[in-house]
């Protein structure tokens, strides 16, 4: 009978319980985020944004403008009004580029639900803004769940990237996408996108949201265009209503 060394018995037993709890983890996360994707609240905020523009062959961002604007949340629906751009109201989306039209937890579905062909893979550990963080490194063929992106038509690309989970409590700290493969002649030949999520008021009760994101789409042009944003004094919607007697 073959005997196999204490140390590596040790050694297997080890690695097992470890993959069994990052198992365990990556099963929290889901149910987690699952459910917040199917419970995501309406509501109302200030987004700004800063955007940036650059050449290629240079590293240094330009400052092109600030967009201020009041931001709707429909679930994973977003639409904005009273639009700004350095300080001054103009018509929506002037150059009608460069704002992110991704909803708030639109990656959540495509990300953890088992039906989808996103594929996770356990990375390591970290810390994110002083919370320990499992790392996952996420895999999505072109075509997937995570939908199109639009420039010169709409495309589903492939994704790749990482998603950092709180442990123990399984919510997203942050997401990081890169979108490739697009077809050619497609008006921009890659789309990055970092999302960061945080604990927000909405009146009383307190709510698991973005805070603010990063995008960056790099042009067939060789242009790069980056825009900030962050969303801040999150609010239930308000209606006015005017009642006359006669």
Not at 71 to 99: A, E, F, L, Y
Not at 227 to 239: D, L
Request: hydrophobic content about 35%; some cysteine; charged content about 25%.
């Amino acid at each position: 009978m073959m005997r196999w060394p204490l140390a590596l018995v040790i050694f297997s037993v080890s690695v097992s319980v470890s993959l069994l709890g990052q198992d365990a983890a990556l099963e929290h996360a889901r149910q987690v985020n699952l459910e917040r994707a199917t419970n995501m609240p309406n509501f109302v905020a200030d987004e700004v944004a800063e955007r940036y523009t650059r050449r290629s062959e240079s590293s240094k961002w330009k400052h092109q403008d600030t967009i201020e604007t009041e931001i709707t949340v429909r679930g994973i629906q977003i639409s904005r009004q009273n639009w700004r751009r350095n300080g001054k109201r103009v018509s929506p989306d002037p150059d009608g580029m460069h704002m992110p039209t991704t909803g708030f937890g639109a990656a959540l579905k495509p990300l953890f639900d088992r039906e989808c062909p996103t594929t996770l893979e356990f990375a390591g550990r970290d810390e994110v803004r002083g919370k320990p963080a499992l790392i996952y490194r996420f895999r999505s063929p072109a075509g997937g769940c995570f939908g199109n992106l639009y420039g010169s038509g709409p495309y589903n690309a492939a994704r790749t990237g990482r998603v950092l989970i709180d442990d123990p409590t399984g919510e997203v700290l942050q997401f990081e996408e890169e979108a490739t493969g697009f077809p050619r002649g497609f008006v921009f030949s890659q789309r990055n996108q970092v999302m960061t999520w945080g604990s927000v008021k909405i009146g009383d009760a307190s709510h698991w949201l973005p805070v603010a994101a990063d995008f960056i789409w790099h042009f067939s042009n060789r242009e790069f265009y980056r825009t900030t944003v962050e969303y801040k004094n999150h609010r239930h919607f308000e209606a006015a209503t005017n009642i006359t007697f006669k």
